[in-house]
């Protein structure tokens, strides 16, 4: 088989990897992949020109096309390989409304009776401001409705912090749609699931470190670390959350015409008051792929296949937990960020590669996150070891990295 990888990042360098343990796979692209991902083709097309795509696709015999990025999966590339009979797991451009667009998620949840944070939402700046600064119970949370380049998510602590945020997110956008929602805490664990239809195959749970560091004020990130499986979730509240969350989510899309296929994934919260979902998205995540893949025992690309077919996925899973600690460059995710020099050197950990580029043999950080660490050990307590051990070598006073990732 040959198979195409759509992407550039961690979580694609993750399922190449996860690929090339497959025996079904003889052949393996990335598009446009990044200088470190050894072991595929990699594809010099715009990831976000679904036409070239396309005919890359059907010049190069592809069997099966993995997406990783959800804006990718936003422009309809599903849609597209659909209409030219070729095989691409992941959504349509309808169907992932689910990630992008929070607004529509919101009512659908609230269709289905499954709880969320409560949220008002604006598309009027004037008015979006008069309710901040009325609001009297801090923090709140303020999400753009639709998928731009950075998270889109900011945590108000005060009248001024939020009437700052809505002003802008308006001013660079005045069509902007937001969400003022409330602010809720608990055990947070994200679950992925693979879907057809109304058919939800569970995988592993896994929780994302998604601020800068562990402190309230930190900034909301991609994700700056992750680990699976999660301390203190019972399988009582997973089987509730597969239950009555993501199968009856996937189920309602079904019947209304728009059938999910590919990686469904909610962030989920368990709070005093019950479970509740924060968000739901289209794909593996980012920094989760890399934790969650490597504990996968079977073979990726059959289980794929085997859901596409209709047919129940034999999904194995090992019984080590894997911590993945994310190197970022100062700065990360707002501020100016260095691009400087990387030093490789041997470590025992594994690592899946994000923002790099090579210049002159030498490997370079693009700015953002650009690597992740990931180790894998009988307990929490190893891993962490095994993975700060290394990731302690490769750090310089340009980088930064999270020092709780995978402590409970």
């Given amino acids: 088989m040959k198979i195409l990888i759509i992407g550039k990042g961690g979580r694609e360098h993750a399922m190449l990897k996860a690929c090339k343990k497959s025996k079904l796979v003889d052949k393996i692209y990335v598009l446009p992949g990044n200088c470190k991902m050894d072991g595929a083709t990699r594809v010099d097309i715009d990831m976000y020109d679904i036409e070239k795509i396309k005919d890359f696709a059907i010049k190069e015999n592809i069997d099966l096309t993995i997406v990783g990025p959800a804006d990718v999966l936003a422009l309809g590339i599903k849609d597209e390989f659909n209409k030219n009979d070729l095989r691409l797991f992941g959504p349509t451009k309808s169907a992932t409304r689910i990630e992008s667009s929070r607004y529509f998620t919101k009512q659908l949840m609230e269709k289905l009776k499954i709880p969320t944070t409560k949220y008002v939402v604006f598309t009027d700046r004037e008015q979006a401001l008069k309710f901040v600064s009325e609001i009297e119970k801090f923090p709140v949370t303020i999400k753009i409705d639709s998928l731009p380049k950075n998270m889109g998510i900011f945590i108000a602590r005060s009248n001024k912090m939020a009437t700052d945020i809505v002003n802008e997110i308006f001013d660079e956008n005045e069509n902007s749609k937001i969400l003022v929602e409330e602010f809720i805490i608990g055990k947070e664990f994200s679950i992925f699931a693979l879907v057809k239809n109304s058919k939800v195959y569970p995988l592993q749970i896994v929780k994302d470190y998604k601020r800068t560091s562990d402190s309230d004020d930190a900034e909301h990130t991609g994700g700056m670390g992750a680990c699976s499986p999660v301390a203190k979730i019972t399988d009582n509240e ?113 690592i899946c590669f994000m923002g790099v580029e090579e210049k002159n043999n030498e490997l370079y950080a693009k700015g953002g996150r650009n690597l992740i660490v990931t180790a894998m050990a009988k307990d929490f307590e190893k891993a962490r070891e095994l993975a700060y051990r290394d990731i302690e070598k490769l750090k310089s006073d340009s980088f930064f990295y999270r020092e709780d990732v995978g402590k409970f």
């Fill in 238 to 350: 997973i089987e509730q959350v597969v239950d009555k969350i993501l199968k009856p989510m996937a189920k309602s899309m079904y019947e209304d015409g728009y059938g999910f296929e590919g990686f469904l994934y909610g962030e989920i919260v368990v709070t005093k008051d019950g479970i509740k979902v924060l968000s739901f998205n289209a794909r593996l995540g980012d920094p989760e792929a890399e934790v969650l893949l490597p504990r996968l025992e079977s073979d990726f690309v059959q289980n794929i296949l085997d859901v596409m077919d209709d047919k129940e996925p034999e999904i194995k899973w090992n019984d080590e937990v894997c911590v993945g600690v994310v190197l970022a460059s100062n700065g990360y995710p707002s501020k100016e960020k260095c691009q400087d020099k990387i030093n490789l050197v041997p470590i025992e950990s594994d």
